[in-house]
């Protein structure tokens, strides 16, 4: 973030309304839930750090039931733990260059989600992460479908699995 608040990449509000926490034994933080849900940035941006260490997580439920039209995750996020966003009303998530796993019903009932991004880093797909999604039509994987063909997707994510996949190999 430069002095402003803003990302430095694409010069928008980064969210403060967040709360961290330590995460055991590591030297990194994990996003635990929100102060004020009704204060949130319609066009929510995750900071990379908080106290000088990257944030690598969403935890379990930590984002479930807010309203935002969109969430632009940094670069540093890892993890999108069980239930983080599960009944948000989300429109568009564009997932982190780095995450390696979206959790059991990770967004599980947002009826909303219309288009999620992902990237090569992705190997996982929990259960049901994707139930409920009805409105779920368009996923962008930043690579080929051979690579997408390697993430390990789990049961009940119809939803995500029939959703129009573009492929974009840069």
Known sequence: ADREGKCERC????ETNL???????????????????DALSANMIIAKSFNGKPITEISENALSNIE????????AIKYVRSGAFSSSFVKNVNC???????????????KMLTKITLHSSIMF???????????LDEVVFYDTQE????????PGNDAFINATITFINN
């Open 11 to 14: 010069k928008k509000k980064i």
């Open 19 to 37: 709360w961290y926490s330590p995460i055991d034994d590591k030297d990194e933080y994990a996003i635990i839930g929100v102060y004020d849900a």
């Open 68 to 75: 935002v039209d969109s969430v632009d995750m940094s670069p």
């Open 96 to 110: 982190s260059s780095a995450l390696i796993s979206i959790g059991e019903g990770a967004f599980r009932h947002c």
């Open 125 to 135: 797909i929990g259960t049901n992460a994707f139930e409920g999604c009805i409105s």
């Open 147 to 154: 690579q997408f063909n390697k993430i390990s997707i789990m």
